[in-house]
């Protein structure tokens, strides 16, 4: 850099020369070749910590057309008496290449109902139509048998079918249990199969509950 005396400073090492022979003379120096390596280091050193930039997808805005419609249709099998449910969602205006999506929520993960650990929910989602869901029992899934789990699109008939089996011997009730019995203090509780006593009777002198006390007798003339 020149000056407005004329003279040509260093800005890297901070040096003034009296003319450009000088100048040059110095930049071939030991000292302003160190000074460059410094500055190089650091730069790459810079680099190499600053943050990569970050990539933003552009968020997909699709105006939604309505919920599809669909069909549920429960199975058993007497053989190995298990149960399963067979979804098929009808999709005719689908975008052009696309495919419809599944996937299983748990009853803590949605926000809509409180939480129920005795269901589960399945989501169906495929563009342009609004995503549904269907509350099934929390039963394991057998995802082994691969001849019943499956999911398979159609795309002539524009038909999304999946069919969920669940593992063997899951029948639980999904009626809540009856609140257990609450027994008063100081009654013996029940033996299984005999017959309960008679609750005891109140103590002398106290009216029994229900029944009010006799009135008083008139006094005798003396």
Aim: net charge positive; aromatic share 10%.
């Amino acid at each position: 850099m020149k000056n407005h005396l004329g003279q040509y400073e260093c800005r890297l090492c901070l040096t003034l020369h009296k003319n450009e022979g000088n100048y040059l003379a110095h930049t071939q120096g030991k000292r302003h070749q160190q000074n460059l390596a410094k500055r190089a280091a650091r730069e790459a050193v810079e680099q190499a910590v600053a943050p990569a930039p970050q990539r933003r997808v552009a968020v997909r805005r699709t105006v939604k057309i309505g919920r599809p419609g669909y069909k549920v249709t429960k199975q058993w099998d007497p053989e190995t008496e298990s149960r399963s449910l067979l979804f098929q969602i009808e999709y005719p205006e689908i975008e052009t290449g696309e495919r419809p999506r599944h996937r299983f929520m748990s009853a803590i993960e949605q926000k809509k109902e409180p939480t129920n650990w005795r269901y589960q929910y399945l989501l169906f989602a495929a563009e342009p139509y609004e995503t549904i869901c269907f509350k099934i029992p929390n039963w394991e899934v057998d995802k082994n048998k691969k001849d019943y789990f499956y999911n398979y699109w159609d795309p002539d008939a524009k038909v999304y079918s999946v069919q969920v089996p669940f593992k063997e011997g899951q029948r639980t009730s999904l009626v809540p249990p009856p609140p257990p019995r609450v027994i008063p203090p100081g009654v013996p509780p029940a033996i299984p199969g005999s017959i309960p006593l008679p609750p005891p009777p109140p103590p002398t002198g106290m009216p029994r509950a229900g029944i009010p006390p006799p009135p008083p007798r008139p006094a005798m003339p003396t």
